[in-house]
C-alpha cells in the first residue's frame, strides 16, 4: 500500500501529497478537478505508460518548469486469508521493509521524453518498478475494450501477464524488433538475404513462443478465477486466447514468406492474437451484450485479474477504479464495495462523496481545482 503519495507539476497538480489509509482511498470533486490525473500518477509507479497511454512529456503541467515527479512511500500489505494461492509459487517476495521504501519517479525538463526511476535514493530501471508493486486499473476509456479492434485488447491482456510476469515486456520488445526487421527485409527489392532472414525468423519465434506462453498462462489462471468466484451481481466471464498458441512459428514463417512479402507484413503470429470474452450465462460474445453487461464483465475481469496477482505475488495489487461507482446501481455498488473490503489498497473516483457511501473504513480525500 501506498503511505504517502507525492505529485509535483504532474498533469494540473503542482504540488499534492497524499497520506492515505489501508483499503479504500476515495477521490471526490468536480470535472476537470484532477482525480483521474490522480490515479494516473499512481499507474506510473508501475511500468509503462500509464493507465491513459499518454506519453510522458504531455503528463508535466503545462504552465510549469517542464518535468514531473511522482513519489510514493511504500508499506508491505498482505493479502487477506484465503487469498493466496498454495499452487502457484509466489512471484517475488516484496522487498519493501516494514517501514517503508520510497520509489520516485518522472522526467526532467531536459529530456522530457526519458523517465527517470530512483528507488530508496538509488537509480534503477524503468522495469525493475514491476519487482516492487503491481497496479492494476479499470478506467471509462477501457468501456469499448470488447467491441473495438484486437489491439486493443492484445494491449490489455499484455498489461495483464506484465503483472504477473514482469519478463513478458522483454519478450514482447524482442518480438517486436525482430518481425519489423523481417518486414523490412522482405521489402528489399533485389530480395532478402536468406541467412539475415532466418536469424530474424529464430528470434520471432524464440520470443514469440515465450510471447504466446505467457499470455496463455494468465488466460487459463483467469478462467480458473472466473470459474471460482461466486455468482453474484457481477456477470461472469468465460475467455480464451483466439490463434497464435502450440504452433512450430519458425515453421510457419518460413512457409508464409511469400505472402508476407506481398501483405508488407507477418500475417500470422502472436501479434495477430485476440483475447474471446464470452458472457457465461448467455453464452453470448461480450461484443454483442448491452452496455452495462459490457461493463460489469471488464469489472469481473479486473477484479478476478486483480486476485491472481495477489495470490502470485502474496500482495494485493493497487487497484485503480475510475467513475465505476457512478456506473452501477446502488445494489451493485454495495456488492462491489463488498467485494473489494480487504483486498489492499483500492482507489476510486467520483464527482459525489455521496457515491462512495458504504464504504466502510476510508481515506475520503476532495480534490479540488489547483
Ligand atoms: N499536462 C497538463 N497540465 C495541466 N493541466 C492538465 C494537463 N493534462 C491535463 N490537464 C488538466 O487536467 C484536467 C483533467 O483532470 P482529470 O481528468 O484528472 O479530471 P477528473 O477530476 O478526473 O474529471 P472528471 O470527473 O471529468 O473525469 C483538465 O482540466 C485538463 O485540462
Not at 499507474?43 to 505508460?49: E, F, I, K, N, T
Not at 514482447?172 to 521489402?187: G, I, S
Not at 500482495?315 to 465505476?324: F, G, I, N, R, S
Amino acid at each position: 500500500m501506498l503511505a504517502r503519495l507525492t505529485l509535483t507539476d504532474f498533469r494540473n497538480h503542482a504540488g499534492l501529497e497524499l497520506r492515505p489509509g489501508p483499503g479504500f482511498v476515495c477521490l471526490h470533486g468536480e470535472n476537470g478537478a484532477g482525480k483521474t490525473n490522480i490515479l494516473e500518477a499512481v499507474s506510473m509507479l508501475a511500468p509503462g505508460r500509464g493507465l491513459r497511454g499518454s506519453a510522458l512529456g504531455e503528463m508535466a503541467r503545462s504552465d510549469g518548469p517542464g518535468g514531473w515527479g511522482v513519489s510514493a512511500e511504500l508499506l508491505p500489505s498482505r493479502s487477506r486469508e484465503g487469498l493466496g494461492d498454495s499452487d502457484m509459487p509466489s512471484l517475488q517476495p516484496l522487498p519493501a521493509s516494514e517501514k517503508g521504501s520510497v520509489i520516485g519517479t518522472g522526467t526532467l525538463a531536459t529530456a522530457p521524453e526519458r523517465r527517470v526511476v530512483r528507488i530508496n535514493s538509488a537509480a534503477a530501471a524503468v522495469n525493475s518498478l514491476a519487482e516492487w508493486l503491481a497496479v492494476v486499473w479499470l478506467t471509462p476509456a477501457m468501456d469499448r475494450l470488447f467491441t473495438g479492434p484486437a489491439s486493443d485488447r492484445r494491449r490489455f491482456l499484455d498489461r495483464l501477464v506484465l503483472a504477473l510476469e514482469p519478463g513478458h515486456a522483454h519478450h514482447a520488445a524482442r518480438y517486436d524488433a525482430a518481425m519489423r526487421a523481417r518486414n523490412k527485409l522482405l521489402a528489399e527489392p533485389e530480395g532478402a538475404d536468406p541467412q539475415w532472414l532466418a536469424a530474424l525468423e529464430t528470434g520471432m519465434a524464440e520470443h514469440g513462443e515465450e510471447l504466446a506462453a505467457a499470455r496463455g498462462r494468465t488466460v487459463a489462471g483467469l478462467a480458473e478465477r472466473l470459474v471460482a468466484t461466486p455468482d453474484d451481481r457481477f456477470a461472469k466471464a468465460t475467455i480464451a486466447l483466439d490463434g497464435g498458441e502450440g504452433r512450430d512459428l519458425a515453421a510457419t514463417l518460413r512457409a508464409n514468406r511469400g505472402r508476407d512479402a506481398a501483405a508488407g507484413r507477418a500475417t500470422e503470429g502472436p501479434h495477430r492474437q485476440d483475447l474471446l470474452v464470452t458472457h457465461a450465462a448467455k453464452a453470448q460474445p461480450a461484443a454483442r451484450c448491452s452496455t452495462g453487461e459490457q461493463k460489469a464483465l471488464l469489472l469481473g475481469l479486473v477484479l478476478a485479474h486483480a486476485d491472481l496477482v495477489a495470490a502470485r505475488r502474496g500482495a494485493p495489487p493497487l487497484l485503480l477504479l475510475d467513475e465505476v461507482a457512478a456506473h452501477l446501481d446502488p445494489g451493485r455498488r454495495a456488492a462491489l464495495f463488498e467485494r473489494l473490503e480487504g483486498r489492499g489498497q483500492v482507489w476510486m473516483t467520483a464527482t459525489e462523496a455521496a457515491l462512495f457511501e458504504g464504504v466502510g473504513d476510508a481515506t475520503m480525500v476532495h480534490v479540488g481545482r489547483a
